[in-house]
Each structure stands twice: as C-alpha cells, then as structure tokens.
C-alpha cells in the first residue's frame, strides 16, 4: 500500500506539473505544452463525438451515439467509432504542416461555446488557426473553420479524405457535384459496413471558400483538394463541413449526410455558428459557480461540459460511462446512468434527464425477456445495456447475470423523474409502466425467511469485489425504495398497489454490526471494498438518516475503499458537507478527481494515473458533491428541498443555476 501511495503521488505531481503549463479560466482552458503526457479533449452535441489530438488537424475518431457492432464474431456489441470525413492534411509549398517546425503552438478550449482552437505558426512561414465544433444544432454534423495568414510568399494545398476504423469492411467513396440556386456545390462520400452485424454508415463533407479567391479545386473519389498562393501577408480562410449518418437513425444514411452537408452550405456558416452558439447559451441555464475557488470551478464547469456534450433532449438516449470520447466499456449503458449522471442531469435540465430515463422505457421488451429467461416475471433490465436493450455484459463476468440492484436504480430514478417535474401524464403513460414491473420483478427475486422477513440471496453488490452474496445493504435498500415508489405511482395513477409490494419494502434486510454500523452483506468481515455501497443507504437513498450512523458508517467505510473508481469520493464528501464538515468535505472533494486528471486540459480518468478518459460517470459523482452536498439540494415526493451543509472555508459561495423546471437557483454561504 506504501509503494502504491508513492507511485500514485508521483504521477499526481507529474500531472500536476503538466496542467501547471495550463490557462485556466471560468470557461477556458488553454495550454501551450506541447509535450506529453497529452490527452485530447471531446467536442460532441449528443450526436457525434470527435476527439482532436495536439498535432496539425489531427482528428483521433469520431464517436457515434449508441450505433453498435460485434467486437468478433459471435462477440458481444461494441459502439462504433464513424468514419472519419474530418482529415485535413494541409501543405506549404508542398510539405505537410504536420512535418514542419512549429512555434507558438497554442489550445484553447472554450467551454461556453463548445469549441477547441489551435493556432501555431509552421515552418516561419504561415500563421494558421482553426476552430473544430460539433455543432449542437446539427447532432450529426461537425465544422472545422481555418484561417490561414502568409507570413511569407507561399503555394498552399489542402486535401479532405476520410479515414476508415478497422470496425468496417473497405470502404467506398464518390465524388459528387450540383448547382443549387447558382451555387456550386463539390462534395465526397465516403460509405462502409461495419463487419460482423452489417450497420451500414455513410460520411460526406465539403470544403467551403470565398468563391472570388483564385482557388483551384479538384474534387475526386480519392480526395477533395483545393490549392493557392498566397502573397505575404494575404488570408485565406476555408470551411470543413461534414456530417456521419448510420442505418440505425436513417433508413437512407447515404443521401441524408449529403442533405445535411448541403444545408450546411445553403444555411451558411455564420447561421450554423450562431444557432450553436445559442443552444449552448440555453444549456448553461443550468450551471454552478464557485466563488473562492478558481480551480474548483473549472473542474466542475468541465464536468458539466462533458454531460453536456453527450446527450440531448428528446433523443430518448443515455450516456455510457465514457460518454461520446471513446469505446471504453464498449458504449454500454450502466447503473452509471441512473445513479452518477443522471441526478446531475434531473436537476439542471429536466429535457436530457427525460431522454436518459425514456432511453430505459423504449427497452422494457428487452429487460421483460430477461426476466422470462431468468425464470423472474417483471422487467429485469440488463447490466450492461446496448442498443437494443438486452444483456451485452462480457460472458466471463459475473456483473451481467447477477448485479441486479440495476433494476432498482431504475425504478428509482422514474419516481424521481415525476418529484422533479410533477408531470402526471407523464407518470401515468410511461413512468409506472415501468415502476410497477420493476415492483413485480423483485417480488418474484425475493425469499421469505422463517421470521417473515425478506431476503436477496446470491448477487453482486455495488462493490463488485463482493460476488455471489445475501442481503447486501444497497441492493436490499434500493429495492425497498423502488417498492415505495411503486406503490405511490399506483396510488397517483389510480391504480391499486398490490399489498405485498408494503410488506417486502417494510420487512427487508439491512445487515448491520453489533455497533449498529451499517454491514455491507450478510458475512462482510471488514475487507477491502471496490467502491462505496454501504455508504449509499444515506445519500443517495435516504435510508440512514440519523447523524451519528451517518458518521459511524462514513469512518467504517472509507478506509476499507480501494483505490477505485472516484465516485466514491465524491458520495462521501457530499455526507461529510451535510453533517456540517466542510474542511473534511473537500478534502474527500478533491480526491474524486485530482489524481484522476489527465494533463494539460485536465480530463478525469476512471481511476488515477490511467489516461481512460472521458469518465463521465466521475463527473457525475463529483456534480452531485457539489450540487446535492455543498448546496445541499435534495430531490423528495414534495419536489426540491435545501437541506443543511457546509462549505469549506475558502469557498465564498455556491451558487446552482437553473434548478428544476422554474429554473430557480439556489445558493449557500457560511
């Protein structure tokens, strides 16, 4: 344990070190190291997400959302990376930017306006900028805008291609022309299926230029390129607009990325920009400001960001723990959901929470079957979810047959959906639809004990070093509240709650030592644990309420939590700010993601040193620190409360923005 102390210290200074080279302000970050370590930050709209790397128009991938193919043959799914219509390779007199020397190498990210900017000078000859957008507007649809300055005399080309993953079969492309309304419009498309389930995804782009410059075009299958010179001290400044359509969202994905690259030329890039703009100015209605801490407010504003980049309203989807930046975890939807990103999400803006918790209800057939397969009636929702909803967890582990409390984070997370916005209608045509076969599942999952009480025999905890156990404090817990909430969707539905639903959530096991600490599972001897579990029976499921217990469990626990995930942090510092901690609060605070962050934007991990990223399900965990511990918002069958917390003391201020659907905010000071 010493050396792994050590080990992590050095990389947390390394990192530490690195980011130091960073700029940091409320809504940017920028870095001017162009050394590693060096890990790309996302730009996605919910739609698409596109990674950038620090070399000259590097673009690593592009992410589709929630479009999956087999990792092997006869493998589980796997999401797809797209192809890539985003290459840019740029050339000075005839050599490529990206061999040439470079100086005043400069990124920005702009959180505010979801863009990422590169300027540098190549080769003493050209001062070049661009600016890359997943366009929020057009969830399909990314822009790299560029501006070229001659700083010398100078012949300048640039091709597009795209860039095929090995996920596909080879690739076809075309080149394409048409005249709309006297314009003149040359484009490629490039199309490919995927090799093991046959998804079909087709990518266009097109380059954009002031017509009136002398610029020579050649578009052809291969490539589309244009060329000029340039005088020194001339501009010259081009569009990339492109846009990656798949089978699973249109059953004509070719012709559609031509239409959308089409519009976006017609539409013209100062009303593309302007409409990005604005969504995200609607987005952040919903914000948090920290006054007093400058480093904690762009970590949490980039937290934010993220969430934000991977979902949208009314697309009835979810974010995966990696959200849109890689295929970590294969694309799978988890209890990351419902537990981390999620609540975050249900208090600063109730259009995505809907969309999370209707990705869940569009898949009830598939968490029926499960429950049928497994010998269970209700719905049985699957570990690790894909696509179409059935189970997609690796064969080799023990998560997908048997972490079960997954189905009660979900019944859990529809009844908060209603306490949030009130909406009846919505409760009654799809939330208790939902709730009440969640409520019929565990009926049929739990055993009655000689005493009369009920018991869950044989599952994985939340703490997932803990396998093939009886009566774990979490699941047990979170079955009871699931319980409880079905039978008050019943009652407000007008439905009749059968009474057995009462008596399973009154009778249930929780464990406890002779001390009445709160025992993880039946038999649990003190060992290391993978994560918080225990600890959740107080936030966020409200069960353990007196403070005394609250602390008895908070002292057992953290010690015995391995150097995991970091959401445990962050569930632990939000106990200690409600029991009037502050100092300890963050001191717990900071440890759910400083030695996580990768260098220089400052992007968590899942777990520190590793350069996994971007761990969504961490941002959720260190938003509800913040929002539901310093601020002390709570979400119960009344709506939203503020109970009592604690800043630590360098902190002035938290403000949270935009909570709830009157868009209130809410504050809290010493």
Same mark, same amino acid.
């Given at each position: 344990?010493?050396?792994?102390?050590?080990?992590?210290?050095?990389?947390?200074?390394?990192?530490? !070190?690195?980011?130091?080279?960073?700029?940091?302000?409320?809504?940017?970050?920028?870095?001017?190291?162009?050394?590693?370590?060096?890990?790309?930050?996302?730009?996605?709209?919910?739609?698409?997400?596109?990674?950038?790397?620090?070399?000259?128009?590097?673009?690593?991938?592009?992410? %589709? =959302?929630?479009?999956?193919?087999?990792? $092997?043959?006869?493998?589980?799914?796997?999401? %797809?990376?797209?192809?890539?219509?985003?290459?840019?390779?740029?050339?000075?007199?005839?050599?490529?930017?990206?061999?040439?020397?470079?100086?005043?190498?400069?990124?920005?990210?702009?959180?505010?306006?979801?863009?990422?900017?590169?300027?540098?000078?190549?080769?003493?000859?050209?001062?070049?900028?661009?600016?890359?957008?997943?366009?929020?507007?057009?969830?399909?649809?990314?822009?790299?805008?560029?501006?070229?300055? !001659?700083?010398?005399?100078?012949?300048?080309?640039?091709?597009?291609?795209?860039?095929?993953?090995?996920?596909?079969? #080879?690739?076809?492309?075309?080149?394409?022309?048409?005249?709309?309304?006297?314009?003149?419009?040359?484009?490629?498309?490039?199309?490919?299926?995927?090799?093991?389930?046959?998804?079909?995804?087709?990518?266009?782009?097109?380059? %954009?230029?002031?017509?009136?410059?002398?610029?020579?075009?050649?578009?052809?299958?291969?490539?589309?390129?244009?060329?000029?010179?340039?005088?020194?001290?001339?501009?010259?400044?081009?569009?990339?607009?492109? $846009?990656?359509?798949? /089978?699973?969202?249109?059953?004509?994905?070719?012709?559609?990325?031509?239409?959308?690259?089409?519009?976006?030329?017609?539409?013209?890039?100062?009303?593309?920009?302007?409409?990005?703009?604005?969504?995200?100015?609607?987005?952040?209605?919903? /914000?948090?400001?920290?006054?007093?801490?400058?480093?904690?407010?762009?970590?949490?504003?980039?937290?934010?960001?993220?969430?934000?980049?991977?979902?949208?309203?009314?697309?009835?989807?979810?974010?995966?723990?990696?959200?849109?930046?890689?295929?970590?975890?294969?694309?799978?939807?988890?209890?990351?959901?419902?537990?981390?990103?999620?609540?975050?999400?249900?208090?600063?803006?109730?259009?995505?929470?809907?969309?999370?918790?209707?990705?869940?209800? +569009?898949?009830?057939?598939?968490?029926?079957?499960?429950?049928?397969?497994?010998?269970?009636?209700?719905?049985?929702?699957?570990?690790?979810?894909?696509? *179409?909803?059935?189970?997609?967890?690796?064969?080799?582990?023990?998560?997908? #047959?048997?972490?079960?409390?997954?189905?009660?984070?979900?019944?859990?997370?529809?009844? =908060?959906?209603?306490?949030?916005?009130?909406?009846?209608?919505?409760?009654?045509?799809?939330?208790?639809?939902?709730?009440?076969?969640?409520? /019929?599942?565990?009926?049929?999952?739990?055993?009655?004990?000689?005493?009369?009480?009920?018991?869950?025999?044989?599952?994985?905890?939340?703490?997932?070093?803990?396998?093939?156990? +009886?009566?774990?404090?979490?699941?047990?817990?979170?079955?009871?509240?699931?319980?409880?909430?079905?039978?008050?969707?019943?009652?407000?539905?007008?439905?009749?709650?059968?009474?057995?639903?009462?008596?399973?959530?009154?009778?249930?096991?929780?464990?406890?030592?002779?001390?009445?600490?709160?025992?993880?599972?039946?038999?649990?001897?003190?060992?290391?644990?993978?994560? !918080?579990?225990?600890?959740?029976? *107080?936030?966020? %499921?409200?069960?353990?309420? =007196?403070?005394?217990?609250?602390?008895? /469990?908070?002292?057992?626990?953290? #010690?015995?939590?391995?150097?995991?995930?970091?959401?445990?942090?962050?569930?632990?510092?939000?106990?200690?700010?409600?029991?009037?901690?502050?100092?300890?609060?963050?001191?717990?605070?900071?440890?759910?993601?400083?030695?996580?962050?990768?260098?220089?934007?400052?992007?968590?991990?899942?777990?520190?040193?590793?350069? =996994?990223?971007?761990?969504?399900?961490?941002?959720?965990?260190?938003?509800?620190?913040?929002?539901?511990?310093?601020?002390?918002?709570?979400?119960? +069958?009344?709506?939203?409360?503020?109970?009592?917390?604690?800043?630590?003391?360098?902190?002035?201020?938290?403000?949270?923005?935009?909570?709830?659907?009157?868009?209130?905010?809410?504050?809290?000071?010493?």
């Amino acid at each position: 344990m010493t050396r792994y102390l050590f080990v992590l210290l050095c990389q947390v200074l390394t990192a530490t !070190a690195s980011m130091a080279q960073a700029t940091h302000t409320d809504w940017q970050i920028s870095t001017q190291s162009y050394a590693d370590p060096y890990h790309g930050v996302t730009l996605a709209n919910g739609g698409i997400g596109i990674l950038p790397w620090r070399e000259p128009f590097s673009i690593r991938h592009v992410m %589709l =959302n929630h479009v999956f193919d087999a990792h $092997a043959e006869h493998g589980i799914s796997r999401v %797809l990376p797209g192809l890539n219509p985003f290459v840019l390779n740029v050339s000075l007199d005839g050599r490529n930017v990206s061999d040439t020397p470079l100086s005043e190498w400069i990124q920005e990210l702009d959180m505010r306006h979801a863009l990422l900017r590169t300027t540098f000078v190549a080769d003493s000859k050209a001062r070049i900028s661009y600016d890359i957008r997943a366009l929020r507007n057009m969830p399909y649809a990314g822009v790299i805008h560029v501006n070229i300055e !001659a700083i010398d005399d100078l012949f300048l080309s640039v091709d597009n291609t795209t860039v095929t993953p090995n996920e596909y079969e #080879p690739a076809k492309s075309s080149a394409l022309e048409l005249t709309v309304n006297d314009t003149q419009i040359r484009y490629r498309r490039s199309w490919a299926t995927a090799r093991h389930r046959g998804a079909n995804v087709s990518a266009s782009a097109v380059l %954009l230029f002031d017509p009136e410059q002398m610029v020579d075009q050649n578009c052809s299958d291969e490539r589309n390129r244009i060329s000029i010179s340039l005088k020194k001290g001339e501009h010259f400044t081009f569009d990339l607009i492109a $846009a990656i359509c798949s /089978d699973r969202d249109f059953i004509d994905p070719w012709n559609e990325s031509d239409r959308e690259v089409i519009y976006a030329v017609k539409e013209g890039m100062d009303r593309l920009i302007s409409r990005h703009n604005a969504l995200w100015e609607e987005l952040w209605q919903g /914000d948090i400001e920290i006054e007093g801490d400058d480093e904690a407010q762009q970590a949490v504003r980039l937290a934010l960001y993220h969430l934000y980049s991977f979902a949208r309203a009314d697309s009835r989807l979810s974010i995966p723990p990696y959200g849109l930046s890689s295929q970590g975890y294969s694309g799978h939807i988890f209890w990351d959901t419902e537990l981390w990103m999620y609540p975050p999400m249900l208090f600063l803006n109730q259009g995505i929470a809907e969309s999370m918790i209707n990705y869940r209800i +569009d898949r009830l057939p598939g968490a029926r079957h499960k429950a049928l397969a497994y010998g269970y009636r209700g719905v049985m929702f699957p570990w690790e979810s894909d696509d *179409a909803g059935e189970e997609a967890c690796p064969t080799w582990a023990l998560t997908g #047959p048997f972490e079960h409390h997954i189905t009660a984070d979900i019944g859990i997370a529809a009844w =908060n959906y209603y306490c949030m916005t009130r909406d009846l209608n919505w409760l009654r045509k799809e939330g208790w639809s939902l709730l009440r076969e969640v409520a /019929d599942f565990w009926t049929s999952r739990v055993e009655r004990n000689k005493d009369n009480t009920y018991s869950i025999r044989n599952v994985v905890c939340a703490d997932e070093y803990a396998e093939g156990v +009886d009566d774990n404090a979490f699941t047990n817990g979170a079955v009871m509240k699931a319980l409880q909430a079905a039978v008050k969707a019943a009652r407000l539905c007008g439905e009749k709650a059968p009474g057995i639903w009462t008596e399973i959530a009154e009778k249930i096991r929780i464990p406890h030592f002779e001390d009445g600490t709160t025992r993880e599972y039946e038999g649990y001897d003190g060992r290391l644990i993978k994560q !918080a579990d225990a600890n959740l029976l *107080a936030y966020p %499921l409200g069960i353990v309420t =007196n403070k005394e217990d609250i602390r008895r /469990d908070l002292e057992y626990y953290e #010690p015995r939590i391995d150097a995991g995930p970091a959401m445990s942090y962050s569930i632990l510092a939000l106990q200690h700010a409600r029991l009037g901690d502050g100092e300890k609060a963050y001191e717990l605070f900071i440890k759910c993601y400083q030695p996580n962050r990768v260098p220089p934007f400052g992007i968590t991990a899942e777990y520190a040193g590793s350069t =996994n990223c971007y761990f969504a399900t961490g941002a959720g965990g260190m938003l509800q620190a913040v929002i539901n511990g310093f601020c002390g918002l709570d979400i119960s +069958d009344k709506g939203i409360t503020q109970n009592p917390s604690a800043l630590p003391k360098h902190w002035k201020r938290v403000t949270v923005k935009g909570v709830g659907p009157d868009r209130k905010s809410y504050t809290r000071t010493h």
